[in-house]
């Protein structure tokens, strides 16, 4: 059995390299088929991925994660399928556990687990972070790793990849809840902003993002707009100050979001996509 690797990467040359080392460190041969689509790419990214053995190399002369993840589908044959985001580290072991995760019986889509990098940020950003990290939403959920497995069978639920920006929010829909699995022993790191004004960069394109999701599909999860105060404040009273803050950056997202220029625009964060330490990147966790 033949795990395939989709990596759509626009200007990831940062952190590609890494991303595909750790993957294929331990990895024997031929157990993985690893395919980059750089997509728009102004950087090195497609030279830091042909460098790596064992990975084989698309590009698309335009910018879009839709396309590229097409253009990945297209190039790769095996199952199961794990779409891994440029800047996660996943290590062997925990693709393996991915793999297996959608081999077992009425399981056709899986995500590891997150861990939020917050170390060295800004107040506001840690004290968003808290609330996020204890969100309801990201239970039993694919969104927001960075990592999402699909069996043969769970990729047939759908066509090519639509034009949107919400991808993991798309496949997340996709399947119930007793189709899909969030594997406790893998775990990625999620690099959060290093600073505010990126944080509200990338809260504007999430919410654009997944606002035309739901508008345009009623299978996608809706948004409880409280539950960041009922699920995680309340019964934690101690992170008030900490819920002010998630409460007054969402609400400048959501101003942001209306903006053309964000609904339209890349919006991504640059800030978080430096290479981390080997201590801290880690694809499978304890």
């Not at 889509?109 to 861990?115: C, K, L, T």
Request: net charge positive; aromatic share 6%.
């Amino acid at each position: 059995m033949v795990t395939s690797v989709v990596v759509a990467a626009h200007d990831e040359a940062a952190v590609l390299g890494q991303t595909l080392r750790t993957l294929l460190a331990d990895a024997e041969p031929g157990e993985f088929e690893v395919v980059v689509v750089a997509n728009g790419c102004t950087d090195a990214t497609a030279a830091v991925a042909r460098s790596v053995p064992g990975v084989a190399v698309r590009e698309l002369p335009e910018p879009g994660k839709p396309a590229a993840l097409n253009a990945g589908d297209e190039a790769v044959r095996g199952f199961p399928r794990i779409y891994l985001d440029a800047d996660i580290a996943l290590e062997t072991t925990g693709a393996r556990a991915l793999a297996a995760a959608v081999a077992a019986p009425g399981v056709l889509a899986a995500a590891p687990r997150r861990r939020l990098d917050t170390t060295g940020r800004p107040l506001l950003v840690r004290g968003y972070y808290a609330i996020n990290g204890r969100h309801p939403a990201y239970r039993d959920a694919l969104f927001g790793r960075g990592a999402i497995a699909l069996s043969a069978a769970g990729r047939a639920r759908f066509g090519p990849f639509p034009d949107i920006v919400a991808d993991d929010l798309f496949l997340d829909s996709l399947f119930g809840a007793a189709e899909k699995r969030e594997v406790a022993e893998v775990a990625t790191v999620v690099a959060t902003p290093r600073r505010t004004a990126d944080l509200l960069r990338r809260l504007g394109r999430v919410r654009a993002g997944n606002a035309s999701l739901r508008a345009a599909d009623d299978r996608v999860r809706r948004a409880r707009r409280s539950s960041w105060l009922v699920d995680v404040v309340l019964p934690r009273p101690w992170l008030l100050p900490a819920g002010v803050c998630y409460a007054g950056l969402t609400l400048l997202a959501a101003a942001a979001a209306r903006r053309p220029a964000v609904r339209d625009g890349w919006g991504r964060d640059d800030s978080s996509r430096v290479p981390a330490d080997t201590d801290g990147a880690t694809g499978a966790a304890s």
